[in-house]
């Protein structure tokens, strides 16, 4: 595909769950940004990987979260134990190094827990 | 540590008016200066960005931007609105190290 993806575009689910939020970047972008988008908000980072490390997660807001990018191309967000207070839109974006490369970013996942 | 103010979180202004879109940074650094905007259930998409080079920036869609170091603003503009900018915007703010700071968005109105 031409842009991000991810999937699934809506996910609800039950406090206390755990739930797998994933991103697709684009081809050949080894930088790969998480961020989450609360209702009346601007994006707020979460993780950044460079290739298959994470090259910064001092967003991650508790250690429920929890993010993957194991061949330096796929990226799966997880969440542990859901609240309620998760609930929220989680953005995904690539660049194709860093240092300032444009972020492209996908649709979304809206996550919403009961 | 880095910010960005957005004054207005909702903006209405008639088709074929000037759109002003207000945004004030906090930087220690240079800054790179990012506006972004999001249609409704879609990503968002950038509409222009400053790294240091020229300060009047030029981006998609007829917008522009101008760097203004001793006002610490990049507000955007645009000399006519058109129906299809009504949409949320978002002005951002890094630096070399990537993270992205984003406003709190201003929503766009445009009335016919």
């Known amino acids: 595909g031409a842009g991000v993806s991810q999937t699934p575009s809506n996910k609800v689910t039950e406090k206390g769950k755990y739930v797998e939020l994933r991103c697709d970047p684009i081809s050949g972008h080894t930088a790969l940004y998480w961020y989450r988008q609360s209702l009346g908000q601007g994006p707020e980072f979460l993780i950044y990987f460079q290739g298959t490390g994470a090259a910064d997660d001092s967003g991650l807001p508790n250690d429920r979260f929890f993010a993957v990018r194991p061949e330096g191309s796929v990226s799966t967000l997880k969440i542990q134990r859901t609240e309620r207070g998760d609930s929220a839109v989680y953005l995904c974006?690539?660049?194709?190094?860093?240092?300032?490369?444009?972020?492209?970013f996908g649709p979304g996942t809206r996550l919403t827990v009961l | 540590a880095q910010s960005v103010t957005q004054l207005g979180s909702h903006v209405s202004v008639s088709e074929g008016a000037l759109v002003l879109l207000r945004c004030n940074y906090s930087s220690s650094v240079p800054p790179y200066l990012f506006w972004y905007v999001q249609y409704p259930n879609q990503g968002l998409q950038l509409l222009l960005k400053?790294?240091?080079?020229?300060?009047l920036v030029k981006g998609i869609n007829g917008f522009e931007a101008e760097f203004k170091k001793s006002e610490t603003s990049f507000h955007l503009t645009k000399p006519s609105a058109h129906m299809s900018d009504a949409a949320e915007y978002f002005c951002a703010v890094s630096r070399s190290d990537d993270k992205i700071i984003f406003g709190k968005g201003t929503r766009l109105h445009i009335l016919p």
């Open positions: 974006a690539s660049s194709l190094f860093s240092k300032g490369d444009t972020q492209y």
């Open positions: 400053y790294t240091s080079a020229a300060t």
